[in-house]
C-alpha cells in the first residue's frame, strides 16, 4: 500500500502497570497484549514503545496489560497458553513474505507510500488477534522525519491493535486510525492526530463490551486490516 504515513504495534514484562500510562477511570476495559520483537533486542525501546502504544490505546476507553514475551529466563510471562481475547504483536526485522493488502498504518512521502505494518480482520466481524510491524520501515521513516523511532513503533503498534478492537478493515477520517500518514504530520507531531477519534473510540467500546458478554475469541480467517 503507498506510504507516507505509518501503521502500528507492541510489549513489555508480565502485566504492565510498570508503564506509566494515563490514570484508568473506572469504566474503563483492559485488554492483555502478548508483544514478540524479533527485531531489535532493546529492552528499553520497547518499553518506550510500550508506553507510547498504550498511551495512545488509552484514548478509546482501553487500558493494555502487556506481557513483553520478546525476552527468556524462568520469569518469562509467556510461558502460558494465550487467554482468550490476548492480543499478539510481532516486530519483524524487515518487511517480506507477510505483506499484504491488509488495513495498516502507511507513511506517504514524495517517492510513495510505505507500509509501517498489517492486522489481519475477519471480513464477518469474528475476533482476530495477531498485528505485525516491520521494524525496518519504522526506522526508514523515524530517521526521515525525524522522529523517535521508539514512539513511531508504538503509534503504529496502537494503529494495528486498533484494527484488531475495531474489528474492520476501514480507517477513521481523522486521529491515529486515518490511513495515511504524512512527513508533514510526523514532524509536526501534532498531538491530536495519535488519539483515538469520537467515532472510533464509541466503536471500540461498543464491540469490545459486546465481546466480554459473548465471551468470544478469533477465528481462522485473515482477511486484512492496515
Not at 80 to 100: E, Y
Not at 182 to 211: C, I, K, Y
Amino acid at each position: 500500500m503507498p506510504q507516507t504515513f505509518v501503521r502500528t504495534a507492541g510489549a513489555v514484562t508480565c502485566a504492565l502497570t510498570l508503564l506509566a500510562a494515563p490514570p484508568a477511570r473506572a469504566d474503563d476495559l483492559t485488554v492483555v497484549i502478548r508483544l514478540y520483537d524479533m527485531a531489535t533486542g532493546n529492552a528499553a525501546g520497547r518499553v518506550v514503545a510500550m508506553r507510547t502504544a498504550a498511551d495512545a490505546i488509552a484514548t478509546a476507553g482501553i487500558q493494555v496489560k502487556w506481557r513483553d514475551c520478546s525476552r527468556g529466563g524462568a520469569a518469562h510471562p509467556c510461558r502460558t497458553v494465550r487467554d482468550t481475547g490476548d492480543l499478539v504483536v510481532r516486530v519483524m526485522p524487515a518487511r517480506g513474505a507477510t505483506a499484504t493488502a491488509s488495513p495498516s498504518a502507511t507513511v506517504r512521502d514524495g517517492d510513495g507510500d510505505v507500509q509501517l505494518g498489517f492486522a489481519p480482520i475477519d471480513p464477518s466481524g469474528r475476533a482476530t488477534v495477531i498485528a505485525t510491524i516491520y521494524y525496518d520501515v519504522v526506522l526508514g521513516v523515524a530517521h526521515r522525519t525525524g522522529s523517535g523511532a521508539n514512539e513511531l513503533l508504538g503509534r503504529a503498534i496502537a494503529h494495528e491493535i486498533g484494527h484488531l478492537l475495531l474489528r474492520a478493515p476501514g480507517h477513521g477520517h481523522t486521529g491515529l486510525m486515518r490511513p495515511l500518514w504524512t512527513d508533514d504530520e510526523l514532524m509536526r507531531n501534532h498531538p491530536g492526530d495519535w488519539t483515538f477519534s469520537e467515532a472510533d473510540r464509541r466503536q471500540v467500546q461498543a464491540v469490545a463490551r459486546e465481546s466480554e458478554t459473548a465471551g468470544d475469541d478469533a477465528g481462522d480467517v485473515e482477511a486484512t486490516g492496515r
